[in-house]
């Protein structure tokens, strides 16, 4: 009797921690697909508004006057230069890493425990660089007098872009509430398996080893959980 409701108890804890950890799951993967799902925001073209057009009595009947609607201007600007590199393409790459750089700096400074760090593709994917013609410099100083090349990029953070950095970063900290959870329900399964282990065991030897019994219990489900958090 004892030993079934030991374990029966264990189960259900182990039942409601799997179902808590499968809605966090299902919730992490549908901000997923939402967030892949979502187009790159169109290129800024100025457009007329709707009630924009009166007609000008100055001129001839018919013609309408339209007032072109100015652009929101960025969050945050900022330009960035990367270093000399053998090749153009290794220019861009550098230019665009350090340009990453840039916006997470940015973003940890106004959001503190920000954690998400922007790639070079997240960058270009949602326009938020516009890239300069890469320069080429003779370097006197090396004796080869190799052509190298630096790239300049301007990074511009607008409402859209903020929205998605702060998205990616929610999805970020789910992932990692989900392998937390996951080192939990591996702790208790590793506890439930000593305890279980040391049930039968001492049922089997009618209780004449059940104090060696129980601080090996104890330590294996220990050692089970201090080996799977540092290795999972």
Do not use: N
Not at 194 to 216: C, E, M, P
């Amino acid at each position: 009797m004892r030993t079934s409701v030991i374990v029966a108890l264990l189960m259900v804890g182990l039942v409601a921690v799997g179902i808590r950890m499968q809605r966090r799951h299902w919730a992490v993967c549908a901000e997923s697909v939402a967030y892949a799902d979502q187009p790159a925001p169109p290129a800024e073209v100025e457009k007329a508004p709707a009630k924009a057009e009166k007609k000008d009595k100055s001129h001839a009947p018919g013609l309408l006057s339209r007032v072109p609607q100015t652009p929101a201007p960025p969050i945050w600007k900022t330009e960035v230069t990367g270093d000399f590199e053998t090749t153009p393409e290794v220019a861009r790459k550098d230019a665009l890493l350090k340009a990453a750089g840039q916006v997470a700096g940015y973003m940890q400074d106004r959001f503190p425990g920000f954690r998400y760090q922007p790639t070079p593709k997240f960058l270009t994917d949602h326009r938020m660089v516009d890239e300069a013609a890469p320069e080429s410099e003779i370097i006197d100083s090396l004796p080869d007098k190799p052509t190298m090349h630096k790239q300049k990029v301007t990074v511009e953070l607008r409402d859209y872009h903020l929205a998605q950095l702060l998205q990616e970063d929610r999805r970020e900290r789910s992932v990692d509430r989900l392998w937390q959870g996951g080192r939990v329900l591996g702790g208790i399964v590793v506890a439930l398996l000593a305890l279980i282990g040391y049930v039968r065991l001492d049922d089997w030897t009618k209780g004449y080893f059940s104090l060696a019994l129980k601080f090996t219990a104890l330590t294996l489900a220990v050692a089970g959980v201090i080996l799977l958090w540092w290795l999972v």
